[in-house]
T-cell receptor, first 115, second 114 residues
Framework: AQSVTQLDSQVPVFEEAPVELRCNYS??????LFWYVQYPNQGLQLLLK??????LVKGINGFEAEFNKSQTSFHLRKPSVHISDTAEYFC?????????????FGKGTKLSVIP | EPEVTQTPSHQVTQMGQEVILRCVPI?????FYWYRQILGQKVEFLVS????????KSEIFDDQFSVERPDGSNFTLKIRSTKLEDSAMYFC????????????FGPGTRLTVL
């Protein structure tokens, strides 16, 4: 079984400042990792994913994340946030190559960008 | 851009009643999923569906729940006898091929059981 911990439930940050949203996972098998974003009244949208290869993954809207296997982390970063980045961000994992495609999510981090 | 749609956006029902939540997945997708999020808690996997049968289900998905693809476009989640603890946001998702590992989510249906 897998579990995901998002350490911060809410993160306020000023516009144009950098941000890091933290995600740690626990799993007895290799996993694929994902970040999803949810804007108000919308569904979850995939920001980026790590399946294999380079541990630095770039996604949409200027976000990137780094997979750290030794620390079992997959933190999301953006060097300069915009007001439009205000949303809830979810980290998720799924077993790698195991024929199971169910996503296990963290509780989410609400990012509030302050003008 | 194609998207997953869900109806209704909000459903209020009395405890013990049956509800059907509807989803229209993206048209060329073959794999379908239901997740739920109880207020303040994590998004939880319920079930996945492919080729007209359940592929995986979680412990939450007990005999009170069922899924169906009644036609070529809809994917439904039925809760036979709702309980207070079924109150949650229910998300439908679909994917073209799960090995691509991108599930596209709908906006959700908020179910309130009174």
């Amino acid at each position: 079984a897998q579990s995901v911990t998002q350490l911060d439930s809410q993160v306020p940050v000023f516009e144009e400042a950098p941000v890091e949203l933290r995600c740690n996972y626990s799993s007895s098998v290799s996993v694929y990792l994902f970040w999803y974003v949810q804007y108000p009244n919308q569904g979850l949208q995939l920001l980026l994913k790590y399946l294999s290869g380079s541990t630095l993954v770039k996604g949409i809207n200027g976000f990137e994340a780094e997979f750290n296997k030794s620390q079992t982390s997959f933190h999301l970063r953006k060097p300069s946030v915009h007001i439009s980045d205000t949303a809830e961000y979810f980290c998720a994992v799924t077993p790698a190559g195991a024929g199971s495609y169910q996503l296990t999510f963290g509780k989410g981090t609400k990012l509030s960008v302050i003008p | 851009e194609p998207e997953v749609t869900q109806t209704p956006s909000h459903q209020v029902t009395q405890m013990g009643q049956e509800v059907i939540l509807r989803c229209v997945p993206i048209s060329n997708h073959l794999y379908f999923y239901w997740y739920r999020q109880i207020l303040g808690q994590k998004v939880e996997f319920l079930v996945s569906f492919y080729n007209n049968e359940i592929s995986e289900k979680s412990e939450i998905f007990d005999d009170q729940f069922s899924v169906e693809r009644p036609d070529g476009s809809n994917f439904t989640l039925k809760i036979r006898s709702t309980k207070l603890e079924d109150s949650a946001m229910y998300f439908c998702a679909s994917s073209e091929d799960p090995s691509y590992n991108e599930q596209f989510f709908g906006p959700g249906t908020r179910l309130t059981v009174l």
